[in-house]
């Protein structure tokens, strides 16, 4: 028997590699436990089980035995109970899978699979670039991980960007060309607009099952646009390397209100989907810049994130599961304050940031990190909420690429394991990279006073109190060292300020 997950959705799927339709079966099975393990954007659930269903179709069309369990389907419970009662139904001598993209569906398929008293086999998962072995054996040794080596490792191994064994254009990084704002004046101008995806018969009837059966679940399925089959994920894949990959690099960190998703490629869903390879990505990129269609600095810009970031992140994961769930390097405690689940809140940023969330389940990178994460870290929330947020409402939130971007990335909560600082900043940073500020009730200029931003007021209190640490890291010394220029008094207005904001998050 072959079980096929529902974010494993590929023909290349390497559990199918032996399949033999004489005697074996393909099972998928779609219940409410999954997809919805937390609390989830309707977006979200749809975008699976519209995806799952395609899938099916795709498989279909092979004429090879087939198990299709529907969440509206009589079986009962979640997705274990379904799998138990579909092992006793078959009595499969085995069960193939390809690795499971979370910890938590392996466990329980190790669980399920003993209490059945079947084999599990799991397979490695070709998808991926870097196998958890080779990431594990790369990271051996090491106590801090950084990306950027891991990077050049993988450019060199895969032969990505390469002229001879040197990297293209003399450079491995030309993240310093990536910074840049939309112009002040004219704002982002016309972007061309990313493929687009209006629901069909499938995709309708999910949208109606989600809406009466996850009513209270926040977000709407009114924006659905996602690539839901590999045909629609080629076509985005095209779309956005002819029309959108030219300015990627320039504007990757750019925010401006009304522009939810910029000159960004919306490509997670169907990477996380398994619709789309990260080598057909990578290489389309690849092409597009030897072709002279778009500039190195954007390709690579591009590449870094997927070859780079999506591998190291994933390797990470694995290497630090389960404990990276439990992680909370500064100890913080404050509940999730409500406006993340309605963007009622006095903060533009925010409120534009989470705004575009609900609407469409997506915000860009630097709206995760610098945004709502940047906040989060700041208002000391307690990692665990914050992690349970991100993975309920983006549609490609799956846990083994949300957690360690949010525990570790977001809110430092593995301390230098992966990242060398705290990514934190002041409202300076979100006036810079956007026009966010100047539709707001809060300065972010005034760190104290009736219109102080509280990203300005809380991020001086951040390294108020951790001025020591900021200080012994060479990273943020230079950071530290600017709150040794404030008096006494003007520090203790900070902190006072800062208290009523960190009792009050809510009324912000
Ligand atoms: P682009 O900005 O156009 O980037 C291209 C591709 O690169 C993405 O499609 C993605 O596959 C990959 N990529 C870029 N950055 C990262 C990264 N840091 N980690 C892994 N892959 C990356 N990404 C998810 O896929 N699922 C998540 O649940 C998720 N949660 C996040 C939570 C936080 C707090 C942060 C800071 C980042 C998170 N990311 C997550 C990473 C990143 O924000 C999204 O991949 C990206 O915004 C998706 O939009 P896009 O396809 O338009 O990406
Ligand atoms: Fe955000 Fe502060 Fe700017 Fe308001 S002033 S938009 S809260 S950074």
New binding site residues.
């Given amino acids: 028997m072959v079980l096929i997950l529902g974010d494993q959705l590929t023909l290349d799927n390497p559990a199918l590699a032996d399949f033999d339709p004489q005697q074996d079966v393909v099972v998928m099975i779609e219940a409410a436990s999954e997809g919805m393990a937390v609390w989830s954007h309707k977006a979200r659930i749809v975008l699976f089980l519209s995806a799952m269903r395609h899938f099916a179709l795709a498989l279909g069309e092979r004429g090879w035995p087939f198990v299709y369990v529907k969440l509206d389907d009589p079986l009962p419970g979640d997705f274990a109970v379904r799998l138990g009662a579909v092992l006793a139904r078959h009595q499969p001598q085995a069960v193939y899978v390809a690795e499971p993209g979370e910890w938590r569906m392996q466990q329980l398929l190790e669980e399920t699979c003993t209490t059945a008293q079947t084999t599990l086999r799991l397979i490695d998962d070709t998808h991926f670039l870097c196998s958890k072995t080779e990431f594990a054996t790369w990271a051996k040794g090491k106590k801090e991980l950084r990306m950027e080596f891991f990077y050049r490792v993988m450019r060199k191994k895969h032969r990505v960007l390469l002229d001879g064994d040197q990297p293209e254009g003399g450079e491995w990084n030309y993240d310093a060309e990536n910074r840049s704002a939309f112009p002040k004046r004219t704002g982002p101008g016309t972007i061309p607009a990313p493929a687009s995806f209006p629901p069909d018969a499938i995709t309708r009837e999910v949208i109606a099952l989600v809406d009466s059966e996850f009513a209270d679940h926040p977000g709407s399925t009114d924006q659905f646009i996602w690539p839901v089959d590999r045909a629609q994920a080629l076509q985005a894949l095209a779309r956005f390397i002819d029309t959108r990959l030219i300015q990627?690099g320039t504007f990757?960190d750019a925010m401006w209100t009304d522009t939810p998703?910029g000159w960004?490629?919306?490509?997670?869903?169907s990477?996380?989907l398994h619709l789309l390879s990260p080598a057909e990505v990578v290489a389309a990129a690849e092409a597009a810049y030897r072709a002279g269609q778009i500039p190195l600095a954007s390709a690579e810009g591009?590449i870094r994130?997927?070859l780079g970031?999506?591998e190291f992140?994933r390797g990470v994961y694995w290497l630090d599961m389960p404990g990276m769930k439990q992680a909370n390097h500064y100890d913080h405690q404050r509940p999730l304050p409500r406006f993340y689940w309605t963007g009622e809140t006095g903060m533009a940023c925010m409120k534009a940031a989470i705004g575009q969330t609900l609407e469409h389940g997506?915000?860009?990178?630097i709206q995760?990190?610098m945004v709502?994460?940047n906040f989060a870290l700041l208002a000391e929330l307690t990692p665990q909420q914050v992690c349970d947020w991100?993975?309920a409402v983006?549609v490609?939130?799956?846990e083994w690429?949300?957690l360690p971007?949010?525990a570790g990335?977001?809110l430092h909560a593995l301390g230098n394991r992966f990242t060398s600082k705290p990514y934190i900043s002041s409202g300076a940073y979100i006036k810079r990279q956007s026009n966010y500020c100047s539709g707001c009730k809060y300065d972010p200029a005034q760190r104290v006073g009736a219109q102080a931003c509280p990203f300005t007021t809380l991020y001086w209190n951040f390294i108020d109190k951790h001025e020591a640490t900021l200080t012994g890291n060479p990273r943020t010394a230079l950071m530290a060292k600017n709150i040794t220029r404030l008096s006494s008094t003007e520090r203790a207005d900070i902190r006072a300020l800062a208290a009523q904001m960190l009792a009050y998050p809510d009324a912000l």
Avoid: C, K, P
């Avoid at 960004?264 to 869903?269: D, R, Y």
């Avoid at 997506?362 to 990178?365: F, R, S, T, V």
């Fill in positions: 990627f990757q998703f960004h490629a919306l490509l997670s869903t990477l996380n591009f994130q997927i970031w999506r992140i997506y915000a860009h990178h995760r990190l709502t994460g991100y993975l983006y490609d939130a799956i690429v949300e971007n949010t990335m977001a």
